[in-house]
């Protein structure tokens, strides 16, 4: 049967015939590095011709005779394009084409073999740009990458990897390291992500085990690049949240700009919060990359933005109602005063790239980074704590039936930080038989100053009532008093070398290996970090050797056959298309300034690096379901942890113990499947299990050391869940739909810093729904358009709702006590349901 269904396709192939006169064009398509490009797609613009190129990046494929043609060719989310021809018909024509990056470090979209052996994931823009979000691109990743948890809001730019915090996730755009905000305390303060999604180009993410050419933190990897404009294209984008503009073009064959504007306000979120008032929040950034190709081998870029993020609120009032069933409570608070939260940041990055050679690349970097941060704050308040009545058959259910509390509180601060960052770094590749060598050195100075004042008192029924114990009851004891007026000056040098080399081209057996290095001068620690990448393809020989026997046979049928025609055929008949990676190596990550200032604002320059030592074994397979492709990722990985800074977490604020005091570990498994559930268009299912736990040394009330018991780490999320999916009318694909759903399960909470050996107690399960319904107005095949749409791409309008289900997820708790001294932890929820318009035209 299996050879008759064989025959059967090829006597049709042989039989089939185009009315249409064309030519046939053949040829390879390779990336920076010069390998082939397998699963290339390509396609004829105006036409109906397209094809695939095959494992080693060979193409065939039909094109129209007599007239000139435009080829594009997509591979991932880079595409290039070629105009050619005229060509004569019947005649037979070989052209290559090459994109401009490399490929071997990242993991390709559904249907891809190319440069899946790195533990890296690959997010096209294109395909998540239409999914509802009410806060920025990081707000997602949870739903894309691997191991990401809820952990910070609905808000924050902040995201937690495999039970680390945000802090130790490096952020790159276009090789320039970015720097979280010091001062922000909660997601809505942070405002716009440095990340514009109107100018990126690719985005890269690697939840670990991955390799010495990126840098020394102790998570995760979001390796962002930015666009190179070959043509004018425009972007604007407007809804209920703000405003967004970019604009590109190629002016010469040498010069090229790209730049975005964003405006945002989220006011009209937080008038979903519990807490009521007057809120003035205002973000704006500007980004501009240009770049001049001063040689046909060496061009110059310049990368420069400048945000600026101011967060007023004058709260009124606040009630929260919480407990549960058999305990409702209730908390009503007045509030005077008002808030502030600014800060602006200024960022540049120089690039020089040197292309001597095909084999050879040289690019040397100079960055500066400039944050200029403003945190003062003065509010008062009364509050009311009471019990409900939570009998449902009573007159007066879910009315106050009894006081237990009320009192007085001022919160206050005059917080100001100026922090400065001068970077300068040279990195290489030089291509050698079947090696890829890489090596980098860089130099960062850094400069920060930062002045703190922040205090809090608290009363009850007229009583001074504080958690610090004091043997003088006349005297007025704050809460919290923190004081403080530090500037610190130090540099780094840090360096790598890395070899990536294929050790069986049949299996693709693969190995990536490298050392890195980081000396810091404040401390005058030096760290050292081997770290390797294995992979593997156990039925690639067999699948290539089918590939080539089916060409063969299909080339003899009929000589000017479509290599698309093979996937049918090897779908079925070849193996699975299985690869495994296995990583491992030592991630350190050399104390920045948040984690040397301790709870009391003392700095500790005895701080040593946090060491994280990964193993992470795992694979991906590239399969059919229903004729449609899908691809299936898992990641098994343990992290053994020591020389830990213990730390809590409240809202998006790290306060740390500065101090290396705990060891611990994170183990766990990832799995995802995305692809075509809906043909044509791709979807995520994603699924995590995690543990991550520790054990610190503390002083107990007799002065001897202790160790705890094992506690849950502040981001040990057990399950995380997430769905992102897209739908459309068949009968009318220009209406659309999308969800996002994402669950996670308990986390703990910490109140005390200072208590930190404690356990803790739970935040409640994260849980929440966004739903998107959008109408393409207007496309490429448009051709009834008002005039002032002549040259537009496309136009698109979208109702959203935000946390569709209305539920009240909390992102931390704020303490308040009662007439005996008890205190009780009232939730901060996060956003409710809003609904959002959107609109975004493409030119």
Known sequence: MKRFSVAYSLVFLSTFSFAQAVAYLAGKVTDADKQGVSN?????????????????????????????????????????????????????????????????????????????????????????????????????????????????????????????????????????EIYRPFLVRSGQQEGLSVINGDLVESINFSAGGFQAKYGDKLSSVLDITYREPDSFRATFQASFLGANIHIEDRLTKRFSYLVGARYRTNQYLLGSLDVQGDYKPRFYDIQTLLKYKITSDLSLSYLTTLSQNRYLLAPQSRRTSFGGINSALSLFAAFGGQELMEYTTWMNGLNLEYNPSDDLNLLFNASSYTTSEREHFTVEGAYRLSELDNNLGSDNFAEESALLGEGYFIDNAR???????????????????????????????????????????????????????????????????LKADIAIQSFRLNGYVQNSQQLNKKSNLKATYGIRSNYWSFNGENVISPRIQVAWEPNKKYNDTLNVTLRDSLRKANPRYQIASLDSLLSHRGKRDWLFRFATGYYYQPPFYREMRDVDGILNPNLRAQRSIHFVAGGDMNFEAWGRPFKFVSELYYKHQDRMIPYVIDNVRIRYLAENSAQGYATGIDGRVNGEFIEGIESWLNVSVMQTQERLYFIDGNGQEQLSDWLRRPTDQRVNFSILFQDELPSNPSYKMNLSLIYGTKMPFFFDAENRQQPGFNIPAYRRVDIGFSKVLLDEHTTKRPHWLRNAESLWLSLEVFNLLQVNNTISYVLFKDFSNTVYGVPNYLTGRRVNLRFILKI
Do not use: C
């Open 40 to 176: 290339a797609f390509l396609k004829v613009e105006g036409s109906s011709y397209s094809t695939y190129a095959d494992v080693a990046g060979k193409y065939s494929i039909k094109v129209p005779a007599g007239a000139e043609v435009v080829v594009q060719i997509i591979y991932g989310s880079e595409s290039i394009k070629s105009k050619l021809g005229p060509f004569d018909v019947g005649g037979n024509y070989y052209q290559n084409f090459q994109f401009g990056k490399s490929f071997s470090l990242s993991t390709v979209v559904v249907g891809g073999t190319k440069g899946r052996d790195r533990p890296i994931i690959s997010i096209s823009p294109k395909k998540i740009e239409r999914f509802a979000n009410a806060g920025s691109f990081e707000r997602i990743l949870p739903m894309v990458g691997l191991g990401v948890g809820t952990a910070g809001g609905d808000q924050g730019s902040g995201y937690s990897v495999r039970g680390g915090n945000f802090d130790e996730n490096l952020v790159y755009i276009n090789g320039i």
């Open 415 to 481: 917080n100001d930080l100026l922090a400065q960052v001068f970077a300068v770094n040279h990195k290489g590749r030089y291509l050698f038989k079947n090696s890829n060598i890489q090596w980098g050195i860089g130099y960062t100075n850094e400069s920060i100053e930062d002045k703190l004042k922040e205090w809090r008192y608290n009363d009850s029924s007229g009583y001074n009532i504080t958690t610090r114990a004091s043997p003088n009851s006349d005297k007025i004891i704050l809460d919290e008093y």
